[in-house]
């Protein structure tokens, strides 16, 4: 089984491909409103450096959100075309699964302007909540919380802890979402659509 997974949500690119359950290549990097110039290059190396074509390819697993307006349709987008064109499966995870994997106890945290960070508080890759907190809000939680933060935990004066986004696309199998109707799919937005504007 030949995998595909693709991330554009938030300030990365993130491209991983497995061989069944074994990472054969990837892509992790920041490329910050620069990911629809990015990931067709870096996309084609990875399938090129290990002898792979789109016709090779038995799934695709991307995120669906929270992250930018823009940036969380880049793959989606994509992924959307290959699907199709080539009747493959397409499954989702969401953003905040990418960053914590199956951590004990993690919350993510990731900007969404205007002094508030998309929250996203999971327990061994299980999602217990999503939503929009402000900063304020979450530094005063996280003072006396003993969960293991990802994400822009620089904007409430934290160090996240690193986050394997290639190996996560696969540790979280057991949360992968089949997409049903790849027509109908949209991405998870935790806000009103206008407060985008910027991103």
Request: charged share 25%.
């Amino acid at each position: 089984m030949r995998t595909l997974c693709m991330d554009s949500a938030h300030k990365h690119l993130v491209i991983a491909l497995y061989q069944d359950e074994t990472l054969v290549a990837s892509c992790e990097k920041e490329a910050w409103k620069q990911q629809s110039e990015c990931i067709f290059p870096e996309l084609i190396k990875l399938m090129e450096s290990i002898g792979w074509t789109s016709d090779d390819l038995d799934q695709v697993v991307i995120t669906k959100g929270p992250g930018s307006y823009t940036g969380v349709r880049i793959a989606m987008s994509i992924a959307k075309v290959l699907c199709t064109t080539k009747q493959l499966p397409l499954y989702t995870i969401s953003t905040f699964h990418m960053y914590a994997g199956l951590c004990e106890d993690a919350l993510v945290l990731l900007d969404a302007r205007s002094s508030r960070v998309y929250y996203g508080r999971l327990h061994k890759g299980a999602l217990v909540e999503e939503t929009i907190h402000t900063i304020e809000d979450v530094k005063k939680e996280v003072a006396s919380s003993h969960m293991t933060l990802y994400g822009d935990t620089d904007l409430i004066g934290k160090e996240a802890a690193e986050a394997s986004f290639a190996k996560n696309f696969m540790l979280v199998k057991n949360f992968w979402q089949r997409v049903e109707n790849i027509h109908t799919l949209v991405p998870t937005y935790l806000k009103e659509q206008d407060a985008y504007k910027g991103n």
